[in-house]
């Protein structure tokens, strides 16, 4: 294959120039770093694209190089499995297989149950946030608030409306 100078392609771009017998001979060459059962499960997967697709995903998540990702690796992996070929039967129509389907449509509420928890969550943070804006905006209105009405008390002070506070208005009587 030729390398283009500048060009920047992904995995599935270049998936798009490759044969069918090709796509085949360079999953074998990626098999030796799969387990059994990532190997039976690839070999599950009937559509060779998705197939593909699938092995390429997993060798990059291998090759990311870190512990926790190669642990959860297998298990994207074998969801990223169950979703392509969820999305195969439903394109094409293939509403035979219903294992395939029941194990997409499984894949799909569990995320669904996963979105709606993530978008409540979102929500309930939003709420606090305003919460705490509003308390934020009403302290510096309150400040503000008290810095005018020192103001004016002055002014009306100034202009004889109001008494001076400070003033002491006291009578003294001379006679006993």
Same mark, same amino acid.
């Given at each position: 294959?030729?390398?283009?100078?500048?060009?920047h392609?992904?995995?599935?771009?270049?998936?798009?120039?490759?044969?069918?017998?090709? /796509?085949?001979?360079?999953?074998k060459?990626?098999?030796?770093?799969?387990?059994?059962?990532?190997?039976?499960?690839?070999d599950?997967?009937?559509?060779?694209? @998705?197939?593909?697709?699938? @092995?390429?995903? !997993?060798?990059?998540?291998?090759?990311?190089?870190?512990?926790?990702?190669?642990?959860? @690796?297998?298990?994207? !992996?074998?969801?990223?499995?169950? =979703?392509?070929?969820?999305?195969?039967? =439903?394109?094409?129509? &293939?509403?035979?297989?219903?294992?395939? $389907?029941?194990?997409?449509?499984?894949?799909?509420?569990?995320?669904?149950? /996963?979105?709606?928890?993530?978008?409540?969550?979102?929500n309930?943070?939003?709420?606090?946030?305003? /919460?705490?804006?509003?308390?934020?905006?009403? /302290?510096e209105?309150?400040?503000?608030?008290?810095?005018?009405?020192?103001? $004016?008390?002055? &002014?009306?002070?100034?202009?004889?409306?109001?008494?001076?506070?400070?003033?002491?208005?006291?009578?003294?009587?001379? $006679?006993?």
């Amino acid at each position: 294959m030729r390398r283009v100078r500048g060009a920047h392609f992904s995995i599935v771009d270049m998936s798009k120039f490759l044969t069918h017998d090709d /796509k085949l001979a360079k999953m074998k060459t990626m098999y030796e770093s799969f387990t059994k059962s990532q190997v039976d499960h690839l070999d599950s997967i009937d559509n060779v694209d @998705a197939r593909y697709t699938c @092995a390429m995903r !997993y060798m990059r998540e291998l090759s990311e190089g870190k512990k926790d990702v190669r642990s959860k @690796a297998l298990e994207y !992996y074998v969801r990223y499995g169950k =979703i392509l070929e969820g999305l195969d039967c =439903i394109d094409n129509k &293939l509403w035979t297989d219903e294992k395939k $389907i029941r194990a997409f449509s499984d894949l799909l509420e569990s995320y669904c149950d /996963k979105c709606v928890k993530l978008v409540e969550d979102n929500n309930r943070k939003h709420l606090e946030r305003l /919460k705490a804006q509003r308390a934020q905006r009403q /302290k510096e209105y309150e400040a503000e608030q008290a810095k005018y009405d020192k103001e $004016i008390e002055e &002014l009306e002070i100034s202009l004889g409306v109001r008494p001076c506070p400070k003033v002491v208005n006291a009578e003294v009587s001379l $006679i006993p």
